[in-house]
């Protein structure tokens, strides 16, 4: 079982940056997936969840209205399009998949499948 994250690179600060997560190894549709980030010196933190079929998704108030978390089940695949991107949402991004179903947790404890990351550095 494999998540790969992609799509992270330098952009300024007002840009916007697509980041992907492929899946491999078993299908990931019966599962809540999510976006997380870690910045220098700071723990991991929550920055979106989405639910089955994209029923549902919940985000960090910090990215709320700028980040939009998707996924393609059938690609078994997710996504996180990123717009008016800060300086402050410099970090490396990581993917996950929880055992759960529609439970939308903000907590990394309840992902047990991780991407390996991608940084994403955002110039002032």
């Known amino acids: 079982v494999q998540l790969q994250a992609s799509g992270g690179g330098l952009v300024q600060a007002g840009g916007s940056l697509r980041l992907s997560c492929a899946a491999s190894?078993?299908?990931?549709?019966?599962?809540?997936m999510g976006w997380f980030r870690q910045a220098p010196g700071k723990e991991r933190e929550f920055v979106a969840v989405i639910g089955w079929r994209g029923s549902a998704m919940l985000y960090a108030d910090s990215v709320k209205g700028r980040f939009t978390i998707s996924r393609d089940t059938a690609k078994n695949t997710m996504y996180l399009q990123m717009n008016s991107l800060k300086p402050e949402d410099t970090a490396v991004y990581y993917c996950?998949?929880?055992?759960?179903?529609?439970?939308?947790?903000?907590?990394?404890?309840?992902?047990?499948?991780w991407g390996q990351g991608t940084q994403v550095t955002v110039s002032s």
């Open positions: 996950a998949a929880s055992p759960r179903l529609n439970y939308y947790s903000k907590h990394s404890v309840d992902y047990h499948y």
């Open positions: 190894g078993r299908n990931f549709g019966g599962n809540d």
